[in-house]
């Protein structure tokens, strides 16, 4: 290896590509190696871990919001804003049993397909476990609907 793609850690003394160095703010290469980047951080959160763990929720509960987006957008691919146009397109009620509240006082779940990541709609905590319970099978589901109806039909002939 030649010194141009090469660099020597002032931390261990080894000599590594280019590529194993992390790059500053103004976009330099940092002076030490990633590895001992890393034990030097994780000596400084040890060294201060009450701290940041206090600090962390700190931010966390004044950045409820952006983290909600964040997940929802990473799990689904949509946003809040897309959730909630979502939502009020289907009524703003649950998509299959249109309850207008949902049961578990928590936020309404994105129901989507798990083979193709697709969005299908907005489901209350119950009908989305409901789905999951049924393996989001339409048989299951149909047979289940049959199998009420005919102990219904029983129940009201044997009264």
């Known amino acids: 290896m030649d010194s141009l793609s090469t660099k020597t850690c002032t931390v261990c003394k080894n000599v590594f590509p280019l590529s194993k160095f992390y790059k500053s703010d103004k976009g330099r290469l940092k002076s030490s190696c990633a ?6 951080n994780k000596k400084a959160y040890l060294k201060n871990k009450d701290k940041r763990i206090e600090a962390n929720k700190k931010w966390a509960e004044k950045n409820k919001t952006r983290i909600q987006e964040t997940k929802i957008r990473r799990k689904f691919g949509i946003g ?7 939502f009020e397109r289907q009524g703003s009620c649950c998509a299959i049993c249109k309850c207008k509240s949902n049961v578990r006082e928590r936020d309404w779940d994105v129901d989507h397909c798990h083979e ?4 299908r709609g907005i489901l209350c905590s119950n009908c989305n476990r409901a789905l999951g319970l049924f393996q989001d099978n339409a048989e299951y589901l149909q047979n289940a609907a049959e199998y009420l109806k005919n102990k219904r039909k029983k129940e009201a002939n044997s009264v």
């Open 35 to 40: 590895t001992c980047c890393s034990i030097r």
């Open 80 to 86: 809040l804003k897309e959730k909630q146009e979502l």
């Open 116 to 119: 193709t990541g697709v969005v």
